[in-house]
């Protein structure tokens, strides 16, 4: 496969900022989306990464990805921040970017 780069830059209310192949956000919980390619992806290499948003810092998070799991045109991609208080606050809506390499 050699598609090219999808790329996204997403608010951590889920609105899609900026995107290159990605067609759609759905935030379905504390930290968690669905993010639409406009390809198939199984099989390609993804990076993600906490970012700030607008010049703010959002402080220490991380992020996991899960890719195919839903269809082969739809990347997880979960938030979170790890020293929360507890563990109900873990998931937590944070603005992030991600690539897939395809």
Same mark, same amino acid.
């Given at each position: 496969?050699?598609?090219?780069?999808?790329?996204?830059?997403? *608010?951590? @209310?889920?609105?899609?900022?900026? #995107? +290159?192949? %990605?067609?759609?956000?759905?935030?379905? =919980? /504390?930290?968690?989306?669905?993010?639409?390619?406009?390809?198939?992806?199984?099989?390609?290499?993804?990076?993600?990464?906490?970012?700030?948003? *607008?010049? @703010?810092?959002?402080?220490?998070? #991380? +992020?996991? %990805?899960?890719?195919?799991?839903?269809? =082969? /045109?739809?990347?997880?991609?979960?938030?979170?921040?790890?020293?929360?208080?507890?563990?109900?606050?873990?998931?937590?809506?944070?603005?992030?970017?991600?690539?897939?390499?395809?």
């Amino acid at each position: 496969m050699s598609d090219g780069t999808l790329w996204a830059r997403v *608010g951590s @209310d889920g609105t899609l900022l900026a #995107s +290159s192949g %990605i067609t759609a956000v759905n935030r379905f =919980g /504390n930290g968690r989306y669905n993010l639409t390619t406009n390809r198939n992806i199984s099989g390609s290499s993804v990076i993600a990464t906490i970012n700030s948003a *607008g010049g @703010d810092d959002p402080g220490p998070g #991380s +992020s996991s %990805i899960l890719v195919g799991e839903v269809d =082969g /045109n739809t990347l997880f991609v979960r938030t979170a921040t790890p020293s929360a208080s507890s563990p109900g606050h873990v998931d937590d809506d944070r603005p992030f970017s991600v690539a897939i390499f395809s």
